[in-house]
DNA sequence: GGAGCTTCAATTTTT
DNA sequence: TTGAAGCTCC
């Protein structure tokens, strides 16, 4: 024992862990089920694990991690890099499902029927395709929706079901007629059937062909069984069925599986994952291993247990008790405001105070909310007030129209057959093939039962009806991608990108437009060259990396793992979702209101509603040393105001956590009397005088708020009206301001004593 | 074939 | 309010 201990203790990395977290780095054979609780050092125990692994002599190269984010799984390297250096961390198998299978895939594409350069299709592409079949099939798009049959398919996906046992499956195909989708089994058919046409597969293909891959191929499944001695999972509880048959799969020879997980931070069961899979760990594996971390390092007390108290109210979850030995801290406050604005402004507001208050910078705040559309007025707010902010996911810089219309181009030259790609490039920029054409040329290359690319290649060998016109711009369409084509053999990626831009005419259509926007799209071109230029000379050994890897990389990157742009300072705002495995020292959560968090969606079943409680516990646990919470009584909502109620989530945490604030004014500085049920004191009740229609802002600390205001803002005054502010005298508590203020005229104010509002 | 206009629907979360 | 889709006119 003291010998072992000895060993240990010569790892430094080691001596950072609790006994808990120390007894589940080394453990070494069989499987291992981590439990960890919020900001309980669960990524620190999985690098430590397997820097633990390298350093006990097992090869790198037999390690599989497995994340759920692209920026996990550097993170992770990173760290494990720190230990055992880069070499060695370097050849450790580490990414997220869909980008380690999608490597996978390549490599044996070929026993699927597939060529080792098929695209992948995003979310986009699939929902695009989905509309063509609709139309094509002449089917009601109304009734068939493209992001719902999307789901449909993905759903089957998830749960291994192929078209064919799709369209046999009795239940499901009652479940469709029900919701009068009869012919969905037959879009999921053709669906199927396009992909593999286009060369081209979807997300969920991504882990259901790699089980199909798993399946159908024991030399191959065998390989890798044999090639990862030792597989970790993290986020396990995000896991869906065809990822969990995976790493089952691969585990089977040697059992040494380690998964970490927290049920109460599942939040993608609407995507498919299933907490099932925490839950059955004990059927497939009896013998294993359970570690429980409970220690929170992350948070204050009152954080920890608001939301303790909060996911209490779960019935379906394991029992662990997460607690902290850190400071009690603040209790967690709670702002209303009367409109959606005011909630931003209010928010905004509060980050450059404390900012200041405590000097830390602005990248220790995050505001949280439920869906992006909500980011507007948090935005709108801080642009104002001159803080720095960065929005995370939204629309992302890959999915923005000129990035992709570019990407469309590599994608095409890379794979011909990539119908998507396709039909984005073959009239950008515009070179007169007109909708008419492309829809003769697809309805052709249906009939002659070849790829749309086949089709105008060889037009000689299909007869189709299409004007000379339009025939000798396809054919110099054709030679064009073509010479693209011969290139990729012989130049890098970076130079066949600059190319394909500058001579198919993108760059100059851009250059030329020189609006504001179009300016932007030109600079966001010249980004994504500079990227691949860095990315094609990022290759091992100077390999210069080729088009094709790059397209892998790009199909797979969200804007959440894109870090760059780190030299100033900035406030997060992000959705919930992307804020998981992060943490700030202030965190914001807002729009806590009913049919809002939790949504509208998801109010009807229980399932749904714990998992939106789920949400609200990640959210709450990001927070380090502050939370704040805000709702809104009006929220514009498809651009007319409505009235909302505070969230029940509000409700669910124990009192004695919360402090409580409003901004309306006729209860400026009212403190909440704690004994009242929450929603009798500052719901609907208290509600009366307000009218959806107010615009107006009223703030409730006027000598804080008035070091907001700056030369040229528009401020209303009590007394005097509206106004503009002309400039400043004096300094400190003399401080005054003069106004121009329409109807009164020029007034000059002692700024602590002016009762002034920002107006819009 | 394409520009510009009107109409209409849509907001949950993402690899 | 925004964006896409459909329609009209050149």
Redesign the pocket.
Known sequence: MDLINLYFWSMEFLKELNSNQMDAATHVEGPMMVIAGAGSGKTKVLTSRIAFLIEKGVDAFQILALT???KAAREMKNRIAHVVGDAEARNVTMG????VFARILRHHADKLGYPSNFTIY??QDSKSLI?TIVKEMGLDD?IY?P?VVLSRISSAKNNLISAEQYEQNTEIVAEDRMSAKPQLYLIYKQYEMRCFKASAMD??DLLFKTNLLLRDHPDVLQYYQHRFRFILVDEYQDTNYSQYLIVKKLAAVHENLCVVGDDAQS??A??GASIENILNFKNDYPDFRLFKLEQNYRSTKNIVDAANSVIENNKNQIKKTVWTQNDTGNKIKVMRTLTDNEEGRWVSNSIHDNKHAEEIDYSGFAILY????QSRAFEEALRKLNVPYKIY?GLSFYQRKEIKDIIAYFRLICNPNDEEAFKRVI?FP????????IDTLFVASQNYQVSVWELIEHFNQYPVNINSG?RTKIEQFVMMINRYRGQLETHGASDIAEEITRSSGISNLLYQDKSPEGVARHENIQELLAGIKEFSMSGEDGELRTMSDFLLDVA?L?D??KDKDQDTPKVSL??I??SKGLEFPHVYIVGLEENLFP????IHSRA?LEEERR?FYVALTRAEKRCTLSYSMCR????RPATSEPSRFIQEIDPTFLELEMSTPTEKGRSLNLSRPIIGSIGLSSHSNFKPTDKVKPLNNHLRKNEEIKVGHVVMHEKFGKGKVLSFEGGGSDKKVKIYFTGNGEKTLLLKFAKLDLVD
């Open positions: 759920f984010t692209n997220t499902f869909h980008s995003d979310s509309k109304k929706k992001g997300f969920d939040i993608y609407f995507r439920r869906t992006n559309a996911g009239n515009k070179r007169g093939i007109g909708d008419t054409t339009a797979l969200t959440v793992d992000m959705t979702h992307a949504s509208q969606m998801a749904d949400l514009y909502l498809y651009g």
